[in-house]
């Protein structure tokens, strides 16, 4: 199996998640002890945050992205996957300068669409993740459309992202506000809904709600890093 590294700390709490997906998914790969290797540079998130607030190009935080690979691929990474989903807008500056075997959870996630057979979902995850082209394209060119929440709503669950699950909160009032944005979402036809940001799963932790499935881009990543992994190092 080849060495997977993790951009992780964007939140801590489901960087812990990754690991622990990561490891189940390779022993039922693997069977017996195997375990995973994997490296993880875990980033403050409370320095992101400071210079999203101080840099409007966001130029210091794509730094510390792109340094963090550096950092896995120094360390001899063969597969590396950034442990968010916003965090992919940052993509392109990585795959400029590293020639390893990313792991997209834009990608993984819109296969994983596809196995249903669907083709119109809504998106939930921090404004970023809504309201910028960097997932919805890439979803797009899956030939998936991506329904996002009105205005008020968007703000609501970013707030919450923020404010609560990448702090290990997860209350049952938020899980019934965000169920309440999904159910705007199913009244506007979607099929499914994307959890796209990789906190939401550990608050909303049910596959389908109202006959709709949930997609778990934290589980639906957690599953292509492994079989990237196993593939690569196969014969």
Same mark, same amino acid.
């Given at each position: 199996?080849?060495?997977?590294?993790? %951009?992780?700390?964007?939140?801590?709490?489901?960087?812990? /998640? &990754?690991?622990?997906?990561?490891?189940?998914?390779? #022993?039922?790969?693997?069977?017996?002890?195997?375990?995973?290797?994997?490296?993880?540079?875990?980033?403050?998130?409370?320095?992101?945050?400071?210079?999203? #607030?101080?840099?409007?190009?966001?130029?210091?935080?794509? $730094?510390?992205?792109?340094? *963090? @690979?550096?950092?896995?691929?120094?360390?001899?990474?063969? =597969?590396?996957?950034?442990?968010?989903?916003?965090?992919?807008?940052?993509?392109?500056?990585?795959?400029?300068? &590293?020639?390893?075997? !990313? =792991?997209? +959870?834009?990608?993984?996630? *819109?296969?994983?669409?596809?196995? !249903?057979?669907?083709?119109? @979902?809504?998106?939930?995850?921090?404004?970023?993740?809504?309201?910028?082209? !960097? &997932?919805?394209?890439?979803?797009?060119? !899956?030939?998936? /459309?991506?329904? @996002?929440?009105?205005?008020?709503?968007? $703000?609501?669950?970013?707030?919450?992202?923020?404010?609560?699950?990448?702090?290990? $909160?997860?209350?049952?009032?938020?899980?019934?506000?965000?169920?309440? %944005?999904?159910?705007?979402?199913?009244?506007?036809? @979607?099929?499914?809904?994307?959890?796209?940001?990789?906190?939401?799963?550990?608050?909303?932790?049910?596959? #389908?709600?109202?006959? +709709?499935?949930?997609?778990?881009?934290?589980? +639906?990543?957690?599953?292509? +890093? %492994?079989?990237?992994? %196993?593939?690569?190092?196969?014969?």
């Amino acid at each position: 199996m080849k060495k997977i590294g993790l %951009v992780g700390g964007l939140s801590w709490v489901s960087t812990l /998640e &990754y690991y622990k997906l990561i490891n189940v998914f390779t #022993n039922q790969s693997l069977g017996g002890h195997k375990s995973a290797h994997v490296l993880i540079e875990s980033l403050d998130e409370g320095l992101f945050l400071d210079n999203q #607030n101080n840099d409007p190009t966001e130029k210091l935080c794509e $730094k510390m992205i792109v340094d *963090a @690979v550096d950092v896995l691929v120094s360390g001899g990474a063969e =597969v590396v996957a950034l442990c968010a989903n916003g965090l992919h807008r940052f993509m392109p500056a990585m795959k400029d300068k &590293y020639d390893v075997e !990313f =792991v997209d +959870i834009r990608d993984a996630t *819109a296969k994983a669409i596809q196995s !249903f057979g669907l083709d119109r @979902v809504g998106l939930i995850g921090v404004q970023k993740t809504m309201e910028t082209e !960097f &997932y919805k394209g890439v979803l797009n060119s !899956f030939s998936i /459309e991506a329904v @996002v929440p009105k205005l008020d709503s968007r $703000k609501y669950i970013h707030q919450k992202i923020v404010s609560e699950l990448v702090l290990n $909160k997860f209350k049952d009032e938020t899980k019934y506000g965000f169920l309440s %944005v999904i159910d705007e979402l199913v009244e506007q036809n @979607v099929q499914g809904v994307i959890l796209g940001c990789t906190e939401i799963p550990l608050l909303l932790n049910c596959p #389908n709600y109202h006959g +709709i499935p949930l997609f778990s881009t934290t589980e +639906i990543h957690c599953r292509e +890093i %492994v079989e990237k992994a %196993v593939k690569l190092a196969l014969p």
